[in-house]
């Protein structure tokens, strides 16, 4: 059985977490009084209304990478849909990983969604169960609950706790 975290449980995890952050963003959303008008409605060429969709792309896009980069770099090591499947995220020597490299890891998602999404797919074919959006970011997504228990490349990681 592989320690990583595969294909599957990654997509479980990503709808489990795209569910958070529909709830988010509603909240934000309707905290700011922007409400959910509909896209296509008046906003044929009105500066009003493009200002408005920028604005709410624009907050979207925080929401999202925030929730990204601060939990994976987090204690947690997840966020709450890797969490929810026992998925952690780490560097390559199985570290917690920095705010930095969570921003990196975010952004470089766009480019794993670009031609078919093949960068997500190749999760499903490597060795290692990594995404192009975690070769870029140096990172590992382990399928256990705290990575320090896990051996990477015969090399044993210290507990929680331990000097």
């Known amino acids: ?25 509603t909240v934000l959303r309707l905290a700011l009084g922007d409400g959910y008008p509909p896209l296509w409605t008046r906003v044929g060429g009105s500066v009003v209304h493009l200002a408005a969709l920028l604005k709410r792309t624009g907050l979207l896009l925080l929401l999202h990478w925030l929730y990204y980069a601060l939990t994976e770099s ?8 890797k969490l929810a499947v026992g998925l952690v995220v780490t560097d390559e020597a199985g570290r917690r990983i920095s705010f930095a490299r969570g921003t990196g890891r975010y952004f470089a998602k766009v480019l794993s969604g670009l031609a078919l999404c093949v960068g997500y797919l190749m999760v499903a074919f490597t060795q290692r169960k990594r995404g192009l959006h975690d070769i870029l970011a140096g990172t590992l997504v382990f399928r256990t609950r705290d990575p320090h228990l896990l051996g990477l490349n015969g090399c044993s990681f210290r507990v929680k706790g331990e000097r």
């Open 74 to 81: 987090s204690s947690w090591q997840a966020t709450l849909g």
């Open 1 to 25: 059985m592989s320690p990583y975290g595969g294909f599957w449980w990654r997509v479980l995890a990503a709808a489990v977490d795209g569910l958070v952050l529909l709830a988010l963003g």
